[in-house]
């Protein structure tokens, strides 16, 4: 594995980093093993089969070489760098599966940050103890066209709203499409490991091949101190449309 000082300084100055390498050989197929309870390759699969395989699968899993994943001593050491503290929780994880165009839709996400989205019903403190690393375990090769992440830099140093004017934490290509040319997708092999704090522009990409499937575990921590954020991913923004008056629900407690 790649120096932990390197990882953790290009997560501080980028957001971001791509520890290739993450999972040997051998570490991987007893991995994909376990993950292949719940995500099955296409071979053998049906249409109706794989639909039924959309939801993502939290932690914990049945096999433990999954479930060890987030415990895995590199990754807790490089969380108590960019988190700054040694108190660190696991806040979730799970598994998910995107699979070929010929058996099921999947989309292209906006870019957006995590630092509302998943980590924060008021406004996000990014100083580092209150942050959230983010990580995504990559088990299958992803190509331009296999559901690649699109990141692009940390919300400031872009310069950019954490939320932007419409109470989302969004940047629409229409409203922003220098911020879409600035994006790289994230092309990586099986066995490699994305870590990202919640202030990083990112995305999930679609699948657009026919066939195959991307197959990843996802995982986030959070520090014992932002005591307000633990064990739960919100599934919104201060402005989705069925929490029309959340905003002012927040802005109205002391
Ligand atoms: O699936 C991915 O590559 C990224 C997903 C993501 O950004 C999200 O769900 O917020």
Aim: glycine share 6%.
């Amino acid at each position: 594995m790649k120096n932990k000082d390197a990882i953790v300084k290009n997560i501080q100055d980028k957001g971001y980093c791509l520890v290739e390498g993450f999972l040997d050989e051998e570490e991987l197929s007893k991995v994909i093993k376990g993950a292949d309870e719940y995500f099955p390759d296409v071979d053998g699969l049906n249409k109706d089969a794989i639909e039924k395989l959309q939801h993502a699968v939290p932690f914990p899993f049945s096999a433990n070489t999954l479930n060890q994943i987030p415990f895995d001593k590199n990754i807790l050491d490089i969380a108590e760098l960019v988190l700054n503290s040694s108190e660190i929780r696991l806040t979730s994880s799970f598994i998910q599966a995107k699979y070929g165009t010929r058996y099921a839709k999947s989309f292209d996400q906006p870019l957006h940050n995590d630092a509302w989205n998943a980590s924060s019903l008021v406004w996000p403190n990014l100083a580092p103890q209150y942050q959230r690393l983010y990580g995504i375990l990559y088990l299958t090769d992803v190509d331009d066209r296999s559901a690649p992440t699109g990141v692009v830099d940390k919300a400031q140093a872009l310069q950019l709203p954490l939320l932007s004017n419409d109470n989302w934490a969004r940047y629409l290509e229409e409203d922003y499409p220098e911020l879409y040319k600035k994006e790289t997708l994230i092309q990586a092999a099986a066995g490699d490991l994305l870590l990202f704090t919640g202030d990083l522009i990112h995305r999930g990409t679609a699948f657009r091949k026919e066939d195959g499937r991307r197959v990843a575990v996802f995982f986030n921590f959070h520090t014992a101190s932002a005591t307000w954020t633990g064990m739960h991913l919100w599934a919104g923004y201060p402005g989705r449309e069925d929490w029309p008056s959340f905003a002012e629900f927040v802005e109205s407690l002391s």
